[in-house]
């Protein structure tokens, strides 16, 4: 469509799962849930890679937020490599605030204190990751990557983005693949599984 910034094989709302020939060590076996891909790049959350030993409840206790009992067991998600300070939450699109991104598949990503606080009253979304930092890729550097074959694209849903088996996702997805990939690129997940022996 002319004036539109979307290229057409926009990602959103899909999961870019890593191959297993991955160069990357920060994203070996990761899942990424693309919420954002035009003409100025890409933007995802890694779902299934968690920051060691800082459950939900310790950052309500730091941004002195009271703290509900079943935060202090919910992992904080370690988005990706990009800026890691910064909190994102990855939610159902049931809530909605001025600052949130709607994403396809009834998604949403929202940046604020407020969102966190409604989260702790059970105000906030039905489902719900607070990530520390994301990933990010500059304009055409994720189509370079896919070419590369270090990135395999899995159609995405709620249930497996708010799994909480993270050690799972990575073979779950990749068991979503069923033989090839959206850009056909032929794909056998049984070579790939942990669980095959060599013959």
């Known amino acids: 469509m002319p004036g539109s910034s ?9 999961f870019l799962v890593a191959a297993p020939s991955m160069p990357d060590g920060r994203f070996q076996k990761s899942v990424v849930f693309i919420c ?13 890679n968690k920051v060691e030993d800082l459950p939900l ?5 730091q941004l002195g937020i009271e703290v509900p009992k079943i935060s202090n067991i919910q992992p904080v998600l370690f988005g990706g490599p990009v800026e890691t300070a910064r909190g994102l939450v990855l939610h159902s699109a049931d809530y909605k605030r001025d600052e949130t991104l709607l994403i396809d598949g009834g998604m949403a990503l929202t940046a604020s204190l ?9 105000s906030g979304p039905k489902q719900a990751w607070l990530a520390l930092g994301h990933s990010g890729w500059s304009p055409g550097q994720l189509d370079r990557e896919l070419q590369d074959n270090a990135w395999l694209v899995v ?34 997940p049984a070579s790939y599984s942990h669980q095959v022996g060599r013959a």
């Open 6 to 14: 979307t290229p057409a094989a926009t990602l959103v709302g899909r």
């Open 36 to 48: 954002k891909h035009d003409d100025d790049g890409a933007l995802g959350i890694i779902v299934n």
């Open 57 to 61: 409840g310790q950052v309500y206790k």
């Open 114 to 122: 407020e969102i966190l606080k409604d989260m702790a009253s059970g």
């Open 155 to 188: 159609e995405a849903d709620a249930a497996l983005v708010f799994d909480t088996d993270l050690d799972a996702k990575w073979q779950r997805a990749l068991d979503r693949l069923g033989g090839k990939t959206e850009r056909g690129i032929r794909f056998d």
